[in-house]
Structure formats: C-alpha cells, structure tokens
C-alpha cells in the first residue's frame, strides 16, 4: 500500500530529467580529464532507471556511450559481444552482488575495471573493493564531476594497462626463447 505522499518508483523515474550538460575537456590547464580519441562503452548495471538516465545524460556530449542493463544477466549478454573497458555496477544486483559481477569479469580475456556505486558507500565498502580488485566506488546520488573523473581514469588505467601488456609481449616471448 502506497504512503501518504510517497511516490512509486515508476513515476519517480518517468518525472527524472535531469538537464543535459556539455563538459568541456580538460576543465582547466592543471585538471585534465581523460577523453578517448574515439567512441568507448561503458556498461552500468543497475535495476534503478534514474542511474541510467543520469549517467546517459552525463556522457550524452562526449565520445562515451553509455549501455544500461538492469541484471548481471543482461550484463553478461553485452559483455560476450562487445569490448567493454568499464562496468559501472550497483553493489546489490537482483541476481548477484558486485563481487560476483568481479570474480565473473575476471574470467574475460581482456577484463574491464569494475567501479562499484552504492547510496550505502563508506570506507568499508571502498576498501573491500579495492582490495578485491575492484577500481573505485562511487556515491548515490552521483556527483557529476565526480563520475566523469572515476570513470575517465579507469578507463586511462584500462587503456595505459592493455598497452603496456601489448608491448611487454614481444619481450616475455623473447625472454622464453620463442
């Protein structure tokens, strides 16, 4: 039964529109945020419609495309298609949890960075993240700059770490007598 002056999910989600800004990059000289020279997909996972609008709307006027999925089913299905170097997730899926979405990213050939977002966010949750090997977590409700700066240095650490792996091979082949 609704509460007296309660919205229901539904139409929280269809009155969310949050305005649509245009991020210059870099926002200053000293500040830069990383901008990939083409298109890169993100995928978020969460069952909350308005993180998928906010964060479209955030990336809307740059080279980010933003893919939203409700489940790490979903998820799973776009992943197995598309190179995908960030997953921003939800820590509690309605089918698994954020370190299940991290062990399963694991087993990818070219695993994106896991950004864990939460509106229960602290330092308990940070450090097991980090320390399971997660990249970074992010509070709800989002702070624009603040999402814009986590997931452009994840994706400059995924870019600088696949490069640095690319070049590293012709020298471990070399070093094993190939």
Known sequence: MPVAGKKDVAS???EFTPKSTA???PPSEREPY???EKTV???AISPCDEDHVFLGNIFSHSKWHIRGVRCW???LAHLSEHR???VVCERDLPDCTWREVLSELARFPDPPLLVVTSRLADEHLWAEVLNLG???VLMKPFDQTEVIR???LAWLNWKNSRERNRRAAPRIALAAGM
């Open 12 to 14: 929280a989600v269809t």
């Open 84 to 86: 995908t170097p960030v």
């Open 134 to 136: 997660g990249y970074d």
């Open 23 to 25: 991020y210059t990059y």
């Open 34 to 36: 990383p901008q990939p």
């Open 41 to 43: 997909s993100v995928l």
């Open 73 to 75: 089913r979903d998820a």
């Open 150 to 152: 986590v997931i452009g």
